[in-house]
T-cell receptor
Framework: AQSVTQPDIHITVSEGASLELRCNYS??????LFWYVQSPGQGLQLLLK??????LVQGIKGFEAEFKRSQSSFNLRKPSVHWSDAAEYFC????????????FGRGTSLIVHP | NAGVTQTPKFQVLKTGQSMTLQCAQD?????MSWYRQDPGMGLRLIHY???????DQGEVPNGYNVSRSTTEDFPLRLLSAAPSQTSVYFC???????????????FGPGTRLTVL
């Protein structure tokens, strides 16, 4: 069975600082990998996705993520964080059996200090 | 397009009551699903549907029922509410079942449910 681990429950950064959110996965084959963002009181929005090819993927809002097969990781990065980036971030891995649904991590809450 | 809509936004129930959470999408998406989100648990799949008339169970289906009579609507029914069902419920849809598009889910804004 596939699984996703986000080791950090909370991350605090200063506005303008760089950001890296960690994600490790367990899956028997080449995974599909995703990052979603959830702003307060909102549903989830897809930030970026990896299916195959270039291991460095670009997403919306200036985010990028790098797939590292040797480390089973798909960490999310942003070079300069804005106050509006404060949100909950979820890593997900798919496919999930026959359900076509990714398995989600427990989430990392990003706090941005001015 | 309105995208994925959910009603109500908030609901308080007493133990044993039943209710239906509504979900609708106007994007002609084949795939729809229901999740619940609990603190520290991420999202857990309740039920999903690959098209009108076809539904299946997810990770945590007990106490919930679904049907899909049209492409647009995918209501979630709580048969006899319990305090353990206090949660935030999200509906999501995906455009196709083929290739990788199925993973690009669009989420509704959620329904916050409290069962007393």
């Amino acid at each position: 069975a596939q699984s996703v681990t986000q080791p950090d429950i909370h991350i605090t950064v200063s506005e303008g600082a760089s950001l890296e959110l960690r994600c490790n996965y367990s899956y028997g084959a080449t995974p599909y990998l995703f990052w979603y963002v959830q702003s307060p009181g909102q549903g989830l929005q897809l930030l970026l996705k990896y299916f195959s090819g270039d291991t460095l993927v670009q997403g919306i809002k200036g985010f990028e993520a790098e797939f590292k097969r040797s480390q089973s990781s798909f960490n999310l990065r942003k070079p300069s964080v804005h106050w509006s980036d404060a949100a909950e971030y979820f890593c997900a891995v798919g496919p999930s059996g026959g359900s076509y649904i990714p398995t989600f991590g427990r989430g990392t809450s990003l706090i941005v200090h001015p | 397009n309105a995208g994925v809509t959910q009603t109500p936004k908030f609901q308080v129930l007493k133990t044993g009551q039943s209710m239906t959470l509504q979900c609708a999408q106007d994007m002609n998406h084949e795939y729809m699903s229901w999740y619940r989100q609990d603190p520290g648990m991420g999202l857990r799949l309740i039920h999903y549907s690959v098209g009108a008339g076809i539904t299946d169970q997810g990770e945590v289906p007990n106490g919930y029922n679904v049907s899909r009579s049209t492409t647009e609507d995918f209501p979630l029914r709580l048969l006899s509410a319990a305090p353990s069902q206090t949660s935030v419920y999200f509906c999501a849809s995906s455009p196709t079942l083929s290739g990788t598009s199925v993973y690009e889910q669009f989420f509704g804004p959620g329904t916050r449910l409290t069962v007393l």
